[in-house]
């Protein structure tokens, strides 16, 4: 049993290293197809390791390289994960919920789009769903850190969908 356990501890370390190394050659090179490959080796180690103690820390590193390759959606969702799964005194909560909310403002409907949903009536209108997941990926950042460099922006922006 011994022996099986470090067997599995050994290849966790190597896939992890091996993912690391693919992910720093991806930021480096911004070569499409070398990001493509550390995207799938984020895929292989989340498939195998998800048990894994540095398993939340990847899933950063994973939702990171996605945003570097313009994935905005898959990133937000591995950032939600990533807030979700860990409190504000973890090491990449903060940064999970900021990049995750960069993520999320990529897929925001423009003020054209609302006002052509929206026309001449003066009814209220649900939410676009990228405006809920904004929405929602704010109000964390808010409740967390309420005195945020960022909540001003925050505020004026969820004012703005408010009273669209």
Do not use: C, W
Not at 64 to 71: A, I, K, P, V, Y
Not at 112 to 133: C, H, M, N, T, W
């Amino acid at each position: 049993m011994k022996l099986t356990t470090e067997t599995l501890k050994l290849q966790e370390t190597t896939l992890r290293n091996h993912v690391l190394q693919l992910h720093q050659t991806a930021q480096n090179s911004k070569s499409p197809q070398v990001q493509q490959q550390a995207a799938y080796a984020y895929v292989l180690y989340s498939k195998f390791f998800f048990d894994s103690p540095h398993a939340l820390e990847m899933a950063f590193f994973q939702a990171e390289l996605l945003f570097d390759m313009n994935q905005f959606e898959n990133a937000s969702k591995l950032y939600s994960y990533v807030i979700e799964k860990s409190t504000p005194k973890t090491t990449y909560y903060e940064k999970a919920v900021i990049n995750n909310l960069l993520a999320l403002e990529s897929q925001l409907p423009s003020s054209e789009d609302i006002d052509k949903k929206r026309g001449k009536s003066l009814q209220p209108i649900p939410f676009d769903p990228a405006v809920d997941r904004f929405e929602k990926g704010a109000l964390i950042y808010l409740k967390a850190y309420p005195k945020g460099d960022k909540v001003a922006n925050l505020e004026r922006r969820l004012g703005y969908f408010y009273y669209s």
